[in-house]
């Protein structure tokens, strides 16, 4: 990908995560990047093309992210607060939203293929946390795996929405407190 086309997509991360979606077009991108709305159209042909790979870009670098994150030692508790540090810094240091998560709000109104793409980010974030709890000492069916991690994501992403809402970002760290007394813990944290 061209230097180019990744300053158009780092300008357009920046406005979906703050507006979303729907709150920014090709024009307001030339204007950023300081190009003809033309020159946008030859790197993503269509907003569609331009939301995918925004989307497909977060949740990849996201992912890598957390996996780097992780050390041999870690507890099970250790990893999924580093998991919700993760929105809390994106939070407090951006002053901006998760992409797919605000994404996820206008998902009636996305493209399909943006709406896959963002269906992506919320998948391979169960499949990461499913294969962190799987760490854990107990025994959990698949079901019980796939329960736990929708609820902890869902818990962050919920967080974080409403930290950004009432200017409280610390609610993330909140919920990671209240986290701790969950059965999920219990033979890891004491």
Known sequence: MSSKAEQIMDEA???ARSHGYNAFSFRDLAAKVGIKSASVHYHFPTKADLGAALAKRYTER?????????????????IVQRYGEAYYQALVQDGRMCLCG???????S???????EVQRFFE????WLKDIL???????????LEADATFILTLFQGAMLVGRTMNQP????TVMEKLRGTDIY????N
């Open 110 to 116: 996305l493209p399909e293929p943006v709406a896959a």
């Open 102 to 108: 605000l994404f996820a709000a206008e998902v009636d």
């Open 134 to 144: 799987r760490r854990d000492p107990h025994v959990r069916s698949e079901e019980a």
């Open 170 to 173: 610390e609610a993330i760290h």
């Open 124 to 127: 391979a974030n169960i499949n």
């Open 13 to 15: 991360e920046n406005l």
């Open 62 to 78: 996201f992912i890598s992210t957390l996996n780097h994150c992780i050390e041999p030692t870690d507890t099970t508790f250790e």
């Open 186 to 189: 219990t033979s890891r944290v």
